[in-house]
């Protein structure tokens, strides 16, 4: 069959949509290789741009590790610190001062590599924001097109929860191909995210139009958006999956949704049945970045049994033009409702997630163009942990395992599981725990930056406490950051004194 059949409740396997049907005989003489061959949507130019980025920003945290050991074998130099910030500059891009190389320290060396270990980390993290809100090397700052694209579709904003997993840290940027600054994402273990504060945010949001018609005028019919993002691994199901869930995919995707029509639900509750929200639910595989996209009905209402294979369409494509691969797609998204005998997606809503689809076939041809079709690190492989609010300059795969929160209590499991997970990455190794924490703030509002400053040394002191064992023996190492989150400013670390 010339396209994976999507696995609705009684689908047989062998209904297909007409349009992708009648490529299928061809489609079957056709050889391997041209799964390999350049789709008609993807963007390779952007691909290109991506994967350097990816690479070059890794690996100047990859390479710390063995970086500080060389060096610190040549303690004994006395030309030492000149010599070893020329070294560590010309592989990580970043120096010490001089007092940080812990020359007159008498501990044993491990805590030595420790403690400059974290500080190179903490630098190259900065060094990291820097780069990405002054350069902007992801072009998210440019979101014209992508904000005309959603608001043609009736959505003035858009809210993504994703699993706190590393694995879905490109979500928005890479996964999704959308501009940072048009997403706003809070992650949690599992994609629970707090749907109290959820309505809060759309409240905000809607104050906002009725007050400054920002984004758009209240009187416009458009909606606030919801993503729900979880994830599961087809190559290791039982093990690679999401951790908050037990690796069980159909626990995962029935969490995301209760969360979506809580949300939906409340909204309407609190401010009436006129008060509308527009909710998806997307499951990604982190094997290939490819997604389950569940399809909603006429009254945006989405099914764990109903969605789009991602994969399977990327094929049923692959050899139509452009135009002809945009109406296959928007044809297959309206069959999947007809094939389940439910209400078709509205048409504004249906090309909306055509596009979106579109966007992921890039995602899909970078990884089968870098990664040949599937990530080596099929599991964790982050580098540091993120906790607080913001991270937008986060935006590459398994380069941090970030929790949004305000309070240890209140995200005391995410942060626990992120934990454990490093145990595994870092700690078994003698390597210790980088934990960044981060509070934004609106610098046009008196004293916002003093209360994030106070809650930063709040959270930071919460964490050591709360992991006091593997504090007190290096093995947690903190970094407090604070952004003034009204432009495009980078992080900056929060003075301990």
């Avoid at 994967?51 to 030492?80: C, G």
């Avoid at 060396?109 to 500080?119: G, M």
């Avoid at 924001?129 to 959603?150: H, M, N, V, Y």
């Avoid at 998204?333 to 596009?355: H, Y």
Wanted: charged content about 25%; some cysteine.
């Amino acid at each position: 069959m010339f396209w994976k059949p999507i696995p609705w409740k009684g689908n047989t396997g062998t209904s297909t949509p007409p349009v992708v049907a009648e490529k299928s005989a061809a489609a079957t003489r056709q050889d391997n290789s041209l799964s390999q061959s350049t789709h008609a949507l993807v963007n390779q130019t952007q691909n290109e741009i991506l994967r350097s980025y990816e690479t070059e920003t890794k690996a100047k945290f990859d390479d710390i590790e063995p970086v500080l050991k060389k060096i610190l074998s040549q303690k004994q130099r006395v030309d030492f610190i000149r010599w070893a910030n020329a070294e560590l500059y010309s592989h990580i891009g970043v120096t010490l001062d001089e007092d940080e190389w812990e020359l007159n320290n008498s501990s044993n060396s491990q805590f030595v590599f420790q403690n400059i270990f974290a500080k190179v980390v903490f630098k190259q993290f900065l060094a990291m924001s820097e780069d990405f809100f002054l350069r902007d090397p992801l072009g998210g700052q440019r979101a014209e097109e992508a904000t005309r694209i959603f608001r043609d579709a009736g959505i003035h904003a858009v809210g993504v929860a994703p699993c706190a997993d590393g694995r879905l840290a490109h979500f928005v940027s890479y996964v999704m191909r959308l501009p940072y600054t048009l997403a706003r994402r809070k992650s949690h273990a599992g994609a629970m995210f707090d749907v109290s504060e959820s309505v809060r945010n759309w409240v905000f949001t809607e104050h906002t139009r009725f007050r400054e018609g920002l984004p758009n005028s209240a009187d416009e019919p458009t909606r606030y958006m919801k993503m729900a993002v979880y994830h599961f691994s087809k190559a290791d199901p039982t093990h690679q999956g999401c951790a908050a869930h037990g690796s069980d995919e159909y626990k995962a995707g029935s969490a995301a949704l209760k969360k979506l029509n809580d949300f939906r639900q409340a909204i309407e509750n609190r401010f009436g049945a006129n008060s509308k929200v527009e909710t998806f639910l997307i499951g990604v595989n982190t094997d290939d970045d490819s997604l389950k996209f569940h399809i909603p009905d006429q009254y945006g209402q989405v099914s764990l049994d109903r969605f789009m294979d991602t994969a399977g369409m990327y094929q049923a494509t692959m050899n139509l033009p452009a135009e002809e691969a945009m109406v296959a797609l928007k044809d297959a998204i309206d069959f999947c409702n007809k094939a389940n005998q439910t209400t078709l997606p509205r048409p504004e809503i249906r090309d909306l997630i055509a596009w979106l689809i579109a966007n992921n076939f890039s995602q899909i041809a970078y990884v089968k163009s870098y990664e040949s079709g599937c990530y080596d690190d099929i599991g964790h492989a982050e580098r540091f942990i993120g906790i607080g609010n913001g991270f937008e300059e986060v935006q590459l795969r398994n380069l941090s395992y970030y929790s949004y929160l305000h309070t240890i209590e209140e995200g005391v499991n995410d942060v626990d599981v992120g934990i454990k997970i490093f145990k595994g990455l870092n700690v078994k190794k003698g390597v210790p725990i980088p934990i960044i924490i981060r509070c934004d703030y609106d610098g046009r509002v008196p004293g916002s930056k003093t209360r994030a400053v106070e809650k930063a040394k709040r959270l930071e002191k919460a964490v050591q406490s709360r992991y006091h064992e593997l504090y007190a023996c290096g093995l947690v190492k903190t970094m407090g950051t604070l952004r003034d989150y009204t432009g495009f400013k980078p992080a900056e670390k929060l003075r301990t004194s």
